[in-house]
């Protein structure tokens, strides 16, 4: 990724993060809609109201993106943990955002 699109993602208040951003963001991060929904444990629908513009992105969704997206890491595809039933996710440096 391009110094130019980190600052793209990047020029934002976390508190006023777009659509537009947020989709920048899931690009850059390589991440599905829905992945970010479980992620986020919101449904999917949420997670493409964001990416529309149709509902307010939340300022931890907001600044959870910006870390991943700054500190340049990937998170893993989720497996469910049979002890919770839970998405485990794993944290990975990116090489392809660097």
């Known amino acids: 990724m391009d110094d130019l699109a980190k600052t793209d993602i990047m020029a934002y208040r976390p508190d006023s993060m777009d659509h537009k951003q947020y989709r920048k963001a899931l690009d850059a991060l390589e991440m599905s809609q829905v992945a970010a929904g479980e992620l986020f444990e919101v449904g999917s629908r949420t997670s493409r109201r964001w990416a529309l513009g149709e509902a307010r992105i939340p300022k931890a969704v907001a600044m959870w ?12 595809v989720p497996v469910i ?18």
């Open 65 to 76: 993106l910006e870390l991943l997206v700054k500190k340049q890491l990937k998170l893993e």
């Open 81 to 98: 943990n049979d002890d919770s039933r839970r998405f485990v996710w794993t944290l990975k440096a990116n090489s392809k955002l660097e």
